[in-house]
T-cell receptor
Framework: AQTVTQSQPEMSVQEAETVTLSCTYD???????LFWYKQPPSRQMILVIR??????QNATENRFSVNFQKAAKSFSLKISDSQLGDAAMYFC????????????FGKGTKLTVNP | DAGVIQSPRHEVTEMGQEVTLRCKPI?????LFWYRQTMMRGLELLIY????????DSGMPEDRFSAKMPNASFSTLKIQPSEPRDSAVYFC?????????????FGPGTRLTVL
């Protein structure tokens, strides 16, 4: 069964600094998608960034970027120039391409941004 | 688009009562998912539908839980009878079948408290 592991239950960063959140996954599939979702205190789940496994290039969305290492089954999220509004729970998720639409989520990392 | 709509946002009930949670997916999305989030278990998929048909209900905890999708724009999750251990945040999410990368769009959640 596919599993997603986020080894850092909590992280903190100073405003304007950079932080990296870790995610590893276990799968025997070759085609899949990976996601990072953000859940602020409002508890709304918001998509941050998405990566297709067949793409070599790491996805970026403004201050958010990923380091996708397919062989290592690693998918870390880098947040640059951290802002107070980035404080949230961050969830890594995985989905097989062409199979079930189910997402498998990690347990989450709570990010605190210090002013 | 209004996004995924859930009601009520908060529900407080007493043990043994019936609870009905409601969800309106994004128009045109043919997949609908129900999740439960607790501190202990994280985010769990309960059931999902494709074109109003339940595809996988293996996450439904027990017979007290039931879900329906009578049409493409409405789904319900019912708990009868409710128990204190059902207290959680329940999310509804939807996604279109095309494009196929399966980004799920979440509603704001319903916080259920069973006393």
């Amino acid at each position: 069964a596919q599993t997603v592991t986020q080894s850092q239950p909590e992280m903190s960063v100073q405003e304007a600094e950079t932080v990296t959140l870790s995610c590893t996954y276990d799968t025997s599939e070759s085609d899949y998608y990976l996601f990072w979702y953000k859940q602020p205190p409002s508890r709304q789940m918001i998509l941050v960034i998405r990566q297709e496994a067949y793409k070599q290039q790491n996805a970026t969305e403004n201050r958010f970027s990923v380091n996708f290492q397919k062989a290592a089954k690693s998918f870390s999220l880098k947040i640059s120039d951290s802002q107070l509004g980035d404080a949230a729970m961050y969830f890594c998720a995985y989905r097989i391409q062409g199979g079930s639409e189910k997402l498998v989520f990690g347990k989450g990392t709570k990010l605190t941004v210090n002013p | 688009d209004a996004g995924v709509i859930q009601s009520p946002r908060h529900e407080v009930t007493e043990m043994g009562q019936e609870v009905t949670l409601r969800c309106k997916p994004i128009s045109g999305h043919d997949y609908l998912f129900w999740y439960r989030q607790t501190m202990m278990r994280g985010l769990e998929l309960l059931i999902y539908f494709n074109n109003n048909v339940p595809i996988d209900d293996s996450g439904m905890p027990e017979d007290r839980f039931s879900a329906k999708m009578p049409n493409a724009s409405f789904s319900t999750l019912k708990i009868q009878p409710s128990e204190p251990r059902d207290s959680a945040v329940y999310f509804c999410a939807s996604t279109p079948s095309t494009p196929s990368w399966g980004t799920q769009y979440f509603g704001p959640g319903t916080r259920l408290t069973v006393l």
